[in-house]
């Protein structure tokens, strides 16, 4: 049953809250009051929507990268405009606070490790899977291209890495596209 716009409304300002904590205070020193006063409302509407601190917590770090299909996407220019859609999600319009959230919680808390798997069984080695030469490969080109992009992100927007972080969006592009090009299309040594 779809939520009407006053609870979506409340959802979403819990969930802004919420990231905004965890993202600032970590999972630990968080909690269901501090989110719902920072909402706004009682902590029994966090409670009512998100069941508990772990469920909320769940729901903030909740991150669908849209991913495009590359089916449709010439062999050759499928690492760059993979490169382009991912650089587009952590900075362009669509960024999200939940996908820096996952980074920072990622070593931390069993739940964001947890949710970047399901990221990489859900949305990253189904893509891969479709359009790789040998599907035998796409769970280790796929886990490569996981491994070199959450390193990027992870370097970029949390570590803040200077020559990494100074780099425009199409240098980062032009930077990260070969390397993703070659986890999809390159030669790779025999399974095993």
Do not use: C
């Not at 716009?5 to 809250?17: C, G």
């Not at 020193?29 to 009512?48: F, Y």
């Not at 808390?109 to 990253?124: K, L, S, V, Y």
């Amino acid at each position: 049953m779809p939520f009407s716009d006053r609870s979506q409304a409340t959802r979403e300002a819990i969930l802004a809250a919420a990231r905004a904590q965890f993202r600032a205070r970590g999972y630990e020193a968080t909690t269901i009051r501090s989110v719902a006063a920072e909402a706004g409302i009682h902590p029994s509407m966090v409670m009512r929507y998100y069941t508990n601190k772990d469920g909320l917590f769940e729901a903030a770090i909740d991150v669908d990268l849209a991913l495009p299909d590359l089916d449709r996407v010439p062999v050759r220019r499928r690492g760059e405009v993979l490169a382009r859609h991912l650089v587009e999600r952590w900075e362009g319009p669509r960024a999200e606070e939940a996908l820096t959230l996952l980074l920072r919680s990622l070593a931390t808390n069993p739940a964001a490790a947890e949710r970047a798997r399901a990221i990489f069984t859900g949305q990253i080695l189904p893509l891969v899977g479709r359009v790789v030469a040998d599907p035998a490969e796409a769970p280790v080109r796929a886990a490569m291209i996981s491994s070199q992009v959450l390193g990027v992100a992870l370097g970029r927007y949390v570590v803040g890495l200077p020559p990494l972080a100074a780099l425009d969006r199409e240098a980062l592009v032009a930077v990260l596209a070969p390397v993703l090009q070659h986890h999809l299309t390159g030669r790779y040594p025999p399974p095993g």
